[in-house]
DNA sequence: GCGTCCTACTAGATCGATTAAGTACCCCAT
DNA sequence: ATGGGGTACTTAATCGATCTAGTAGGACGC
């Protein structure tokens, strides 16, 4: 055992009487190895008793890369897609042995380089897309289960019957933010009303307000607001209601990815909740290369609170 | 060059004519080693033609860790203090060639033991604690900072005339729950106030408004409250509305770690905002064993609006 | 001319695992 | 009795950097 208190290898092989190598083939099931039962338990038991653990970084160095997946998640996109994809990337991990990792902040290619360079992870994702490493996992499924909850919010305001629907914007860019307006305009199309008409809703409250009015009075005819996200929906609402405009009878609003603060407002906020759980799982076996059959996305589903 | 396309230490060392150790010693600047100005001169050109970057996982091997912290954060704790703790770790870390990857979910002991073997970080920390390695950080400074924005809400209510102070609390606990009580009650010791009151504010909303009508039936004199959050702050507005209470008039709320959400609501949420930037950098050096003199916590201030 | 010291390096062990290549032994067929 | 083949292992190379222990060669003193 090395100065460092850590039950290697050797100190196993050491305990049962073989050599590293066997226990190695013994510990990793290596099928292109006959080991004979008995040794097979000799080395089993050693390593139990001394409680061996592989050295992640000795495995790494050999291998190549860490049993480790990086994922970046950009400022602001905390919320329950955000928590759920993160859960179910990291269990999803965990039972093929790897841990996630998230790095904060926005995902440059220095930094990424730096933890590529540093921990040489499996692979580097970033929320919203794929993004180093490792063939391009097919996130058709993945894009199906995104198009269908971007849709499902549209379709909302649709069946109750708005046709001059807005979609009110952040002030910049998401990994995501192309494809959800993608997704939301052809499902516009889809259902034979006008094309979405776009604006920015930004901060303070107060900027927020004038950016909704000037809309507003440019798009008369707009009867509801599709938000970017609960946060952007929220903000919309208070906007209106600083403008006297009643929430929904005069203008509805939605929002997309449930927050709790959405149901503590008045009126409460009518939102899109996605579980993203199992796009994470997804995401995971993909980036591992094992197959993803038997892991259908949840289909999202509209929270109906007051708000449209 | 291996196969893996890596520039390593010893295509430096071919390209310039000498061998891995005279090239590790000069891009480490090893002190009791003495090379010439003009193999220092070759060496260093050479790494930078080839672009040499050291190998994370070799060096880790080596030397016994990687340089990568690890920050451990509880689902349910990302706000403003949150955010610029790990931006200020994040920064501070890289400043000193370290990365700071981060562990979302319920920290447990087996997960952290799997990141530590997986890839034996310099140390892992959790939001709101020093948790493993090194030796304990002095935390005073920390908690100096955290007792102070503590004492400020409490403080703040006091100021506006309030003496019954009773302190809404989410229904689990959280790393600094403990000494957020603790520095509340001494606070308004200090200030010759009654000790405060304690509760809970549950979810869902009608969960939240039967906790505080229970709770103020009980202690009617309590004029203000004092949330362990925003989130908590949000809850309780939201109930006292819905009993049919004026906030501030009949009861006035002051929220913690400033979220946008809070400005968004009628009233408008009077809160702490925490600058956690410093508390960040102070923990990358003390993991690092770097003095952390010249780094004083940012103070907290009240974000007055209109809930106080 | 020999020992000593200094400068400027190099050789090789080391961290802890994985794995290709080899070896010893036994069994069985020819 | 000899070769082929399978079983059950071992030896040693390898991943890439760090660092201890050494060495070659020159200067200097006496």
């Known amino acids: 055992m090395g100065r460092s208190g850590r039950v290697t290898l050797s100190d196993v092989a050491k305990a049962s009487g073989v050599s590293r190598a066997t226990v190695s083939f013994v510990l990793n099931d290596d099928p292109r190895q006959t080991i004979s039962a008995a040794t097979r338990e000799r080395v089993l038991e050693a390593a139990q008793d001394l409680g061996y653990v592989p ?15 990086v994922l970046n998640v950009d400022w602001g996109m905390e919320g329950n897609f955000s928590r759920s994809y993160v859960r179910g990337l990291d269990e999803e991990l965990a039972e093929h042995d790897h ?9 440059n290619p220095e930094a990424t380089q730096k933890v590529l360079d540093t921990i040489v992870p499996r692979a580097v994702l970033r ?6 490493r490792g063939e391009e996992p097919t996130d058709e499924d993945w894009e199906r289960g995104f198009a269908a909850n971007a849709a499902l919010q549209i379709r909302h305001l649709a069946e109750r019957g708005h046709t001059r629907i807005a979609m009110a914007l952040p002030d910049h860019d998401f990994p995501l933010t192309g494809a959800r307006l993608g997704f939301a305009q052809e499902t516009a199309r889809q259902l034979g009303i ?14 927020g ?9 440019a798009h008369g005819d707009v009867t509801a607001l599709a938000a970017f996200d609960d ?10 209601r600083d403008l ?3 929430v929904p009878d005069d203008v509805a609003v939605i929002g997309f990815d449930e927050t709790e603060y959405g149901s503590l407002t008045t009126p409460a906020l009518t939102t899109v909740h996605i579980d993203a759980e199992i796009l994470g799982r997804i995401a995971a076996r993909a980036v591992l290369g094992i197959d993803t059959e038997g892991l259908a996305p949840v289909p999202g589903r509209v929270v109906v609170r007051e708000s449209v």
Do not use: C, K, Q, W
């Not at 841990?99 to 995902?107: F, Q, W």
């Not at 006008?194 to 900027?207: G, I, S």
């Not at 909704?212 to 009075?217: G, I, Q, R, S």
């Open 55 to 69: 050295h992640g970084i000795a495995r790494a160095l050999r291998e190549g890369s860490s049993r480790v997946v």
């Open 99 to 107: 841990i996630l990792l998230v790095r904060h902040g926005h995902a």
């Open 127 to 132: 929320l919203g897309e794929v993004y180093l």
């Open 194 to 207: 006008p094309p979405l008409e776009r604006f920015v809703v930004p901060r303070p409250r107060e900027a």
């Open 209 to 217: 307000a004038a950016a909704v009015e000037a809309f507003l009075a």
């Open 231 to 240: 946060d952007i929906a929220l903000r919309s609402i208070t906007a209106l």
């Open 244 to 246: 006297g405009r009643r």
